[in-house]
């Protein structure tokens, strides 16, 4: 994958403006909240809750064959912006132990609420799974 940032712009913190995939096959993963498993919340606290959904996007995408570095995509759905913002900086450390210095493109939105109660996150990935040898 190639990041694609261009040329005079500001370079992005935690994101590429655009990634260039190989071919291959491609996965959408479906927005998982910050649950285990079981569908139980162990935690309401957002950082908790981030680094579940992101071990859960993971396990989805190791189920296809995927790795990390295959995620081309991530949309940031999240219920609290004060609380996603003063816990930023803990959010890229759990983002750097799960996906490294890979940042693929990405959005995060603002949203009123979500359907898993008491969800306060959720990540929604698209991944391009190339043909490995």
């Not at 079981?38 to 680094?51: C, I």
């Not at 913002?85 to 609420?113: E, K, N, T």
Request: include cysteine.
């Amino acid at each position: 994958m190639t990041p694609i940032n261009p040329a005079g712009w500001a370079p992005p913190i935690g994101y590429s403006n655009a990634i260039a995939a190989p071919p291959g096959q491609l996965l959408f993963i479906a927005g998982q909240v910050g649950w285990t498993a079981e569908q139980r919340f162990e935690s309401e606290d957002l950082t908790a809750q981030f680094e579940q959904a992101l071990k859960n996007v993971l396990t989805v995408l190791a189920e296809a064959g995927g790795q990390p570095s295959d995620i081309c995509r991530m949309t940031v759905y999240c219920i609290d912006k004060p609380g996603y913002l003063a816990a930023r900086s803990a959010i890229g450390q759990i983002w750097r132990g799960q996906m490294g210095r890979h940042y693929p493109a990405m959005s995060l939105v603002f949203v009123s609420d979500l359907l898993d109660s008491p969800g306060k996150v959720e990540l929604e990935a698209t991944a391009v799974i190339p043909a490995r040898s």
